[in-house]
Structures are given as C-alpha cells and as structure tokens.
C-alpha cells in the first residue's frame, strides 16, 4: 500500500502577500509535485506547452476533514455526474481558482481509497491521448484506515514549513534544469530511434 502525509506550508501569494498557507502532498515520502513535474516535462518534450510546475498547493480547509475532497466528493459541484469525480490537488500559481488545475480520480472503497487518471483540463489536443490528457503518473492506493486518520489530524496545530517565493535566480536555475532534462530525454528517445510528437498549440488546433 501507498502512503500518505500531509503537511502545511507557509507559502505567500506570487505578490509576496500572506496566504494562510498550503497543503504539501506527500506519498511515500516522497514531494507529490514532484512527481507531477517530472510527468509535466516528459508531456512537454513530447509536445505539450512548457508549462511545468506552475501550480501551487490547496488551502488546508479543502484538504483536511471535515472536506470530503479527498475521499472523491467534490465539495464545489457534489452533484458531479463523473464517477468518479475530478478532485483538484492542486490550482494555479497564481491563486485564481480553476485557473491551471491538476486533477485526479478519487474512488473511496471500504478498505482502500484510490488515486487514478492524473490530469490537467486546461489543455486540449486533436487526440484523446494526448501528453497533458492523463499525464504519466502512476495510480496510487491508501489504506482507508490510515488516509482518514491523515485526513482527520488538527491541520491548524501542524508544524509550519516555511517556503518564500522563488527569487528571478531561481526561477532561472529552474528553468535551465527543465531544459536540461527535456534535452536528455529528447537524447534517449533519439537513441531509441523514436521521433517527438507533434507539437499542437490549443488555440489554433494546429501544428505550432
């Protein structure tokens, strides 16, 4: 089984102003944006816009007990005719809600609780397939038990991890690193003899 931790960060809005803080998803033990971020590349250098990484964790409240967002029922549209729903983990850098959203399937069992079919709505492409329509992150499985006591902690009482927004250095140096592993994986799939996908752009549903 899967686990999972939940922590808060003290993470300010992109105009340095105070947000009340976010939820980091950890699963086992490991940065759940992380993991998005490498999938966002790989959807990158197979065609998708160079959008990684520019999503920002939940408010606690849409997160912790007594919301039921992460036990599959969406709190801003409970009547949702998906089964399961679209739950967002998390929303856009910039604080809009709904902006540049990731999504995931949550199906709630007695036993387990499931996390399936990653996905980013706000792109669109000629083909069901395509990289950003359920990006490549592995499905993952809780123990019911254990997820609810996670769920259920006193999130106000929680330690505090301290985030600043990124200096222009930073942003840079990440930027340099996303390059750097586009350019090798455009190596391996060169290696491989295999050729990127088209790159479409979703305005004009055509070849960029």
Not at 5 to 13: A, F, H, K, T
Request: aromatic letters at 8%.
């Amino acid at each position: 089984m899967d686990t999972l931790e939940l922590r808060i960060v003290d993470e300010p809005w992109p105009n340095g102003e105070p947000s009340g803080g976010t939820v980091q998803i950890l699963v086992n033990g490991r940065d759940l944006a992380d993991i998005i971020v490498e999938a966002e590349v790989r959807a990158v250098e197979i065609g998708g816009d160079d959008v990684a990484g520019m999503f920002r964790g939940m408010p606690p409240e849409e997160i912790f007990l007594p919301s039921r967002n992460l036990l599959g029922v969406d709190a801003d549209d409970p009547n949702s005719q998906d089964d399961p729903p679209n739950i967002t983990l998390y929303d856009c850098e910039c604080g809009g809600p709904g902006c540049w959203p990731i999504l995931v399937k949550i199906v709630a069992g007695p036993k387990t609780v499931k996390w399936t079919q990653f996905r980013h709505p706000r792109q669109r492409f000629p083909h069901e397939d395509g990289p950003w329509n359920d990006f490549a992150v592995q499905p993952f499985e809780f123990e019911r038990q254990k997820y609810e006591a996670e769920l259920g902690k006193d999130w106000k009482s929680l330690p505090r991890v301290a985030r600043s927004s990124p200096t222009s250095q930073q942003l840079a140096e990440e930027a340099q690193r996303r390059e750097l592993l586009i350019e090798r994986l455009r190596a391996e799939r060169a290696a491989k003899g295999e050729q990127p996908l088209e790159h479409w752009n979703e305005r004009s549903r055509g070849p960029k």
